[in-house]
């Protein structure tokens, strides 16, 4: 008999989350997958098929993340990717902007795993997300600071919550719909920084990252650690 697992996926309807959603199906396993738009996430569901169920959540309102949970079965992971931010210059942000990272990815990914703590399985593993900047910054202090917390928030939350695994990925700049959907000129100037500024003087592929997130996933020994696939980013 196969058994089949489930995975909570906030963010599954684009970029790193729909790529590990699709991965997940593809092998046999259930995907529970959110994000705030709800186009988005039918569209999302139409492609991953039967094996997919959505439901509408936004991280930064805690009523939303505890239906989302709602009477879910037991879960043998959770993926957090999900998160909407702006990012300023220390001297010129306003408070708000000053904040949203910290709200929608620090704050969204920890309420997160706390609404998702009672569905979670013992053997669960938990993978969050920060990125690059966490260790080298790029001219935005306050999403230095969000990154490097969430990194430390992983360490904390592994301690706290074993045995159930809890790592964080970091990613660089990714070639993704995130990216996609900026004004070309934008996208452009940034992909271009990067290959600078990386050893492996590229982009990141969105398969590579999903390769990433499924490893810490599977990898019963990986715990409480910060993976970054960022192409050699904070050595150069
Ligand atoms: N892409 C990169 O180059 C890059 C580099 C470094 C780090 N990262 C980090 O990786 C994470 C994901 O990146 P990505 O490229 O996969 O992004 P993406 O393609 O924009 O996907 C984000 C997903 O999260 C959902 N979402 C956004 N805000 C949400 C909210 N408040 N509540 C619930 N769902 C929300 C989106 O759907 P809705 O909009 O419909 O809600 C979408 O499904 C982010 O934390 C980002 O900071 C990305």
Redesign the pocket.
Same mark, same amino acid.
């Given at each position: 008999m196969t058994i089949q697992r489930t995975y909570a996926i906030?963010?599954?309807?684009?970029?790193? @989350?729909?790529g590990v959603a699709r991965r997940l199906v593809d092998r046999g396993d259930r995907v529970l997958i959110?994000?705030?738009?709800q186009g988005?996430l039918q569209h999302a569901a139409g492609v991953l098929g039967e094996r997919a169920t959505t439901r509408v %959540?936004? %991280?930064?309102d805690r009523a939303t993340l505890s239906s989302f949970f709602s009477k879910a079965p037991p879960l043998s992971g959770l993926f957090t990717? *999900? *998160?909407?931010y702006q990012t300023g210059s220390f001297r010129d942000a306003s408070p708000e902007i000053a904040a949203s990272p910290f709200h929608?990815?620090f704050w969204?990914q920890y309420w997160t795993v706390h609404a998702a703590l009672p569905y979670l399985a013992p053997t669960s593993g938990i993978v969050l %997300?920060? @990125? *690059?900047a966490s260790v080298r910054p790029l001219g935005s202090a306050s999403y230095t600071a969000c990154n490097a917390a969430i990194e430390g928030l992983a360490r904390g939350l592994a301690t706290e919550l074993a045995p159930i695994r809890v790592n964080c990925l970091s990613?660089?700049?990714?070639d993704?719909?995130?990216?996609r959907m900026r004004p070309s000129n934008i996208r452009e100037a940034a992909f271009s920084t990067w290959e600078d500024l990386t050893l492996s003087g590229r982009v990141a592929l969105l398969d590579e990252i999903v390769d990433a997130a499924l490893f810490l996933l599977d990898n019963a020994n990986m715990n409480g650690t910060t993976l970054y696939c960022d192409g050699g980013y904070a050595l150069r």
């Open positions: 906030i963010g599954g309807t684009s970029g790193m @989350g729909f959110g994000g705030r738009d988005r %959540v936004d %991280v930064t990717p *999900a *998160a909407s929608s990815k969204g %997300v920060s @990125g *690059a990613p660089g700049t990714i993704s719909e995130l990216w």
